[in-house]
């Protein structure tokens, strides 16, 4: 870790003086290293040992999370400025990034909302209706675990562990996983089952979390209508769909530093876009990422 830090310090160093690049430039190019020394931690590699196929993989870890080609781009850029040095000054006698392409780049950008733009959606709610609770608990969990639509919509009250602060999520395939909930999150939650107890559910949706007014599942078209509402009535201007949420929680952890392989674990993603499957990660690991890295876990 020692090494890595000191051509940390020799690379910023290089971008400061030989290169004369502005300080917010010289962070954005930091930050682009520190993502791949992390990835080196976790295959047991320096950046030294670090390969064309291993690069492949890293790549590969970003567009499994999400990450749009633009910004993936960006941080392919910063990685190979950073083995241009080490070739220069000797540190390598080999470039593994010569051959590493950029992705393509579409004309359209994804949207992706930033932190003021969800509070805002959040605020917009009216919660002197009688959905009003139940839709700033759904879209505030949306959020903060970074769920999938059909996931929020088949949520059951036993799968909120309130204590533990997880919530138990049955992804693609039939496969659970725990994923960290912010207190935030778990309020609007008790907020909104006051008024879930007001709603008689029909058979078989007994234990289920968010319940229609017919006493049955939300619907995913319903889910679209109502972000649809509250973007519109937040003023915003960005076609804004349940998986925008998702993509927003997984760009704001990576924007925070959090580890690629723990944002990968908490949306579900079993196997990147190679055949490598990731290792296990402890769970008290996930919840020290999140905490760490998701806006939604800094209002202590």
């Not at 470039?95 to 509070?119: M, R």
């Not at 999520?169 to 008790?190: F, W, Y």
């Not at 209508?225 to 973007?231: A, D, L, P």
């Not at 201007?237 to 949420?245: A, G, I, L, N, R």
Request: with cysteine; net charge neutral.
């Amino acid at each position: 870790m020692q090494a890595s830090n000191d051509i940390r310090k020799k690379y910023e160093i290089y971008l400061r003086l030989e290169r004369g690049l502005s300080p917010n430039s010289i962070e954005a190019y930091l930050a682009d290293l520190d993502k791949l020394l992390s990835f080196g931690v976790d295959e047991g590699k320096s950046y030294k040992e670090i390969t064309y196929e291993d690069l492949q993989q890293f790549i590969a870890q970003l567009a499994d999370i999400g990450i749009h080609p633009r910004s993936q781009a960006r941080i392919i850029s910063g990685i190979k400025s950073f083995y241009r040095f080490l070739l220069l000054d000797d540190y390598i006698e080999c470039d593994p990034t010569e051959l590493l392409e950029s992705p393509k780049i579409g004309l359209k950008l994804p949207e992706v909302l930033t932190v003021n733009e969800i509070n805002a959606i959040l605020d917009s709610i009216d919660l002197s209706t009688p959905e009003g609770h139940r839709n700033r608990a759904m879209l505030e969990t949306l959020y903060s675990c970074g769920l999938r639509v059909s996931e929020l919509i088949n949520l059951r009250y036993a799968d909120i562990y309130p204590e533990e602060q997880f919530i138990r999520v049955l992804g693609k395939g039939n496969k659970q996983r725990l994923v960290p909930i912010s207190e935030i999150a778990l309020q609007e939650i008790n907020n909104y089952l006051k008024d879930r107890s007001q709603v008689v559910p029909k058979k078989g949706f007994e234990d289920t979390l968010f319940l229609s007014r017919r006493g049955t599942a939300l619907s995913r078209i319903m889910v679209f209508h109502i972000i649809k509402v509250q973007t519109a009535a937040a003023g915003i201007h960005k076609t804004v769909s349940p998986h925008t949420f998702r993509h927003s929680f997984a760009t704001h952890l990576l924007e925070g530093g959090a580890n690629l392989r723990a944002i990968q674990e908490m949306l579900g993603h079993e196997q990147i876009t190679t055949t490598q499957i990731y290792t296990h990660i402890d769970r008290t690991f996930l919840r020290q990422e999140i905490l760490a890295h998701h806006p939604r876990y800094q209002h202590k």
